[in-house]
């Protein structure tokens, strides 16, 4: 242990051998310890509420001769608009059964890269181009908002829902196809609207998605599993993803990211009164 002069107020602290950071108990300035003295580096506003100060996870901080270290970090409210099948990586303590219920189909998006082409008569590629009887979702043009008027490379975003099997065994089949076996797929299906496409690719990029998207199995729209996920825990982590609807599309996650705004409001500024007011 040894005596230190706080840069700002000129209080003694006491500080130990390994302490890196310390709050001056007298002013709340924030400091670092440093070989030969102390080196200011934030204040702490009116009472000992931080202002610009940023701790890292695992640091120690002394406070009023007490070393602390910070394990984790709280918030008054949390929005969580990730899928719900994260929660067990990020919060395993919290009750997450009703996952087993929630079942995500995979997904491979393709991104290929092209030299403009002659996409023939009618209409040019639009931001979202669905092909007639094609095997997917299409793709999408992702460069479409591109301010250049002659962009010289395309980049089109090709969707592909894997829903013939259960998921678990779509997930087998996806990861055992090469990239070759990929890639022709994608092309017999891009062939369809665009049938000389392939003189004018240069890369394709394929990328599985083992959960992309939810998917209403029987009982899950009405049932248990879906009604515990929307609850918030302790009211202050609120949860906002399509999936708590069972089905993924825009609606959903607006309506839940509405809900939970809408709980945030109801803790902070309007404490007590309705938000949808
Ligand atoms: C090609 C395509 C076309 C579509 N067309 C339509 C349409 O016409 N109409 C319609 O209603 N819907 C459409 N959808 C569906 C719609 O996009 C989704 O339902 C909607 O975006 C879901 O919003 P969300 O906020 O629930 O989830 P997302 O928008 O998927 O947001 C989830 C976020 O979580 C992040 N995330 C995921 N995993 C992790 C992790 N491990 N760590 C950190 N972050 C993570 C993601 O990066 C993402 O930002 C379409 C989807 C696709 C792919």
Same mark, same amino acid.
């Given at each position: 242990?040894?005596?230190?002069?706080?840069?700002?107020?000129?209080? *003694?602290?006491?500080?130990?051998?390994?302490?890196?950071?310390?709050?001056?108990?007298?002013?709340?300035?924030?400091?670092?310890?440093?070989?030969?003295?102390?080196?200011?580096?934030?204040?702490?506003?009116?009472?000992?509420?931080?202002?610009? =100060?940023?701790?890292?996870?695992? *640091?120690?901080?002394?406070?009023?001769?007490?070393?602390?270290?910070?394990?984790?970090?709280?918030?008054?409210?949390?929005?969580?608009?990730?899928?719900?099948? &994260?929660?067990?990586?990020?919060?395993?303590?919290?009750?997450?059964?009703?996952?087993?219920?929630?079942?995500?189909?995979?997904?491979? =998006?393709?991104?290929?890269?092209?030299?403009?082409?002659?996409?023939?008569?009618?209409?040019?590629?639009?931001?979202?181009?669905?092909?007639?009887?094609?095997?997917?979702?299409?793709?999408? &043009?992702?460069?479409?908002?591109?301010?250049?008027?002659?962009?010289?490379?395309?980049?089109?975003?090709?969707?592909?829902?894997?829903?013939? &099997?259960?998921?678990?065994?779509?997930?087998?089949?996806?990861?055992?196809?090469?990239?070759?076996?990929?890639?022709?797929?994608?092309?017999?299906?891009?062939?369809?609207?665009?049938?000389?496409?392939?003189?004018?690719?240069?890369?394709?990029?394929?990328?599985?998605?083992?959960?992309?998207?939810?998917?209403?199995?029987?009982?899950?729209?009405?049932?248990?599993?879906?009604?515990?996920?929307?609850?918030?825990?302790?009211?202050?982590?609120?949860?906002?993803?399509?999936?708590?609807?069972? =089905?993924?599309?825009?609606?959903?996650?607006?309506?839940?990211?509405?809900?939970?705004?809408?709980?945030?409001?109801?803790?902070?500024?309007?404490?007590?009164?309705?938000?949808?007011?």
């Amino acid at each position: 242990m040894k005596q230190r002069i706080c840069t700002k107020c000129t209080n *003694q602290i006491s500080v130990n051998d390994n302490d890196t950071f310390v709050a001056c108990p007298k002013c709340f300035s924030y400091q670092e310890v440093t070989e030969d003295g102390m080196k200011f580096l934030s204040s702490f506003k009116n009472s000992n509420r931080p202002k610009e =100060v940023c701790f890292e996870l695992g *640091q120690s901080i002394r406070v009023n001769g007490r070393t602390y270290t910070i394990t984790g970090i709280t918030q008054r409210n949390v929005i969580w608009a990730v899928p719900q099948m &994260l929660r067990p990586y990020v919060m395993p303590q919290q009750k997450s059964d009703f996952l087993k219920d929630f079942s995500y189909s995979p997904w491979m =998006v393709a991104n290929i890269q092209t030299k403009p082409f002659d996409t023939g008569r009618g209409q040019a590629p639009s931001w979202d181009n669905v092909i007639y009887e094609g095997n997917g979702l299409g793709y999408v &043009l992702s460069n479409h908002q591109e301010l250049a008027q002659y962009p010289k490379t395309w980049q089109l975003t090709y969707y592909k829902p894997l829903a013939d &099997l259960e998921p678990a065994e779509e997930r087998k089949r996806a990861i055992a196809k090469t990239h070759e076996e990929w890639k022709n797929e994608v092309l017999n299906d891009l062939r369809k609207a665009h049938p000389k496409i392939e003189e004018s690719i240069l890369k394709i990029d394929i990328k599985l998605w083992g959960h992309a998207m939810i998917r209403p199995i029987i009982g899950f729209i009405h049932g248990q599993a879906r009604h515990e996920a929307q609850q918030s825990l302790n009211n202050k982590i609120h949860f906002a993803h399509s999936d708590l609807s069972g =089905v993924s599309i825009f609606e959903e996650a607006f309506f839940y990211g509405y809900e939970a705004a809408g709980k945030v409001i109801s803790n902070t500024h309007h404490k007590g009164t309705n938000y949808h007011g």
